[in-house]
């Protein structure tokens, strides 16, 4: 059905997202839209851009696949870019994918993923590459993985309360821990890691290493 808010040209690019995800579990990509509809790539962005201030969707330029309906969204939770597991840095948090786990895993329904990036908690076997499922609705209790943001940059640790106050360790000696006051308005804890999953193929591995960099590059 024609939404009475999108043109005709903006349903067809919905209905068409719609469909790909529900194919697919992830959203297309620009140059997918463009080929599908055959239109340019800057007029498929042109037409996101004007649906997101609709509301129908929300799109994140530069991202590859940062497109997440908001009308109808699909079953799997959101994966969002990589949080760093080394120290924390400028990055942002934006929908790069979905994936469908919870016949797997009990959590709230704001559950969502982010992969990790870096080493500092390579002795807790979280290596470049693994995706982490975390619950933002769980009370993190001592010694627990969580995401965190520290500054508004988000990192990967274990969660202590010492004296009233927070302390994020890594699990690698090269690292030291962050010590941080619950009332810090610049902390916050994200969530709760509740489960993961670890890629084995290596060309899987780096090409998601490959996106990293270039994600950061965008940033």
């Known amino acids: 059905m024609l939404s009475a808010e999108l ?3 903006q349903q067809k690019v919905y209905n068409f997202v719609k469909q790909f995800i529900e194919n697919n579990g992830y959203p297309p990509t620009l140059q997918e839209i463009s080929d599908k509809l ?5 007029a498929a962005r042109m037409h996101l851009l004007l649906m997101e201030k609709k509301k129908a969707l929300r799109y994140v330029p530069h991202i590859s696949r940062g497109i997440e309906l908001l009308q109808g969204r699909p079953s799997g939770i959101p994966i969002y870019g990589s949080a760093p597991a080394g120290h924390p840095f400028m990055s942002q948090e934006n929908m790069v994918d979905t994936f469908e786990v919870r016949r797997y895993i009990t959590a709230s329904d704001d559950l969502f993923g982010v992969y990790v990036r ?3 908690m390579k002795d807790a076997q ?3 590459g693994d995706l ?3 619950d933002p609705k769980k009370d993190p209790r001592n010694g627990e993985i969580v995401v965190a943001a520290v500054e508004g940059e988000p990192t990967i640790k274990r969660y202590y309360r010492e004296d009233g106050d927070v302390v994020l360790r890594p699990e690698n000696k090269k690292y030291k821990p962050i010590h941080v006051s619950r009332s810090d308005e610049n902390f916050k804890v994200l969530g ?3 489960g993961m999953i670890r890629a084995i193929d290596k060309k899987k591995i780096d090409a998601l290493t490959d996106e990293y960099k270039t994600y950061s590059r965008a940033s």
Request: glycine letters at 4%; aromatic letters at 4%.
């Open 7 to 9: 043109t005709s040209r």
């Open 38 to 42: 055959k239109i340019q790539p800057s």
């Open 118 to 120: 870096g080493d500092s």
């Open 126 to 128: 979280l290596s470049t």
């Open 132 to 134: 982490l499922f975390v």
């Open 192 to 194: 709760v890691v509740v």
